[in-house]
């Protein structure tokens, strides 16, 4: 007698349904590798904006020459955030606050505009723009917290923030501005400034800076 071997293939059904269990794998995987790279670009992103204040910090501490040449030693060295109108939430400019400037005195402000026009008396050094879909959602100012002290720990109707660094020292100079432009001080107790970034998929972190110089990213 001779066996005969028939070869069966995978019947229409069991196709389908290998292809919907693979169709199943790829989406979790492909939805897990999104999750990811936008977790990683949000921290990117609040590295790099930390990175930059230390960078004003070290320019402002070690006396840093303003350009080759120019014998300017005294500018203050800082970062400006705006939501207003005039400003962007998808970019950054970082600027010296000269000292001699319009016969300015130094006002811990970026007295520029922010298309960032840079040498001559210009005092914006750069625009930083943020890529990838991230974006500024909030900047808030933070309040030191304590026995006898009442209120949120963080008040966040703020339209501007200006970040400097105090002329060879490390201690930050913070100034708010409302949403109408104008400086004021949002609450009593401040003890620094928080910088709130958004990714398109609602990812966030922050970056707050502290009077002290200190800077944390949460």
Known sequence: MINSKINK?????????SIAIVSVILTVVISNQSTYTNEVAITNLADEVSSMVFQAQAYSTGVKEFSPAS??????????????DSGSNKAYLSFAD?????????????????SCPTGGASECLGKVDISRGNYIELLCATRKMGPGTWGPPEVCNVGRIDISFAYSSGEAQLLFFNNGGEAFSPAYDINGAKIVLRSPSGLSRSVIIYATGQVSVQ
């Not at 293939?9 to 349904?17: A, H, K, N, P």
């Not at 014998?71 to 207003?84: C, D, Q, R």
């Not at 000269?98 to 922010?114: A, M, T």
């Open 71 to 84: 014998s300017e030693f005294n500018a203050s060295y800082g970062l400006t955030f705006s939501l207003l």
């Open 98 to 114: 000269r000292h001699e400037v319009g016969g300015d005195s130094g006002n811990k402000i970026y007295d520029g505009d922010w």
């Open 9 to 17: 293939g995978f019947t229409l059904t069991e196709f389908l349904i």
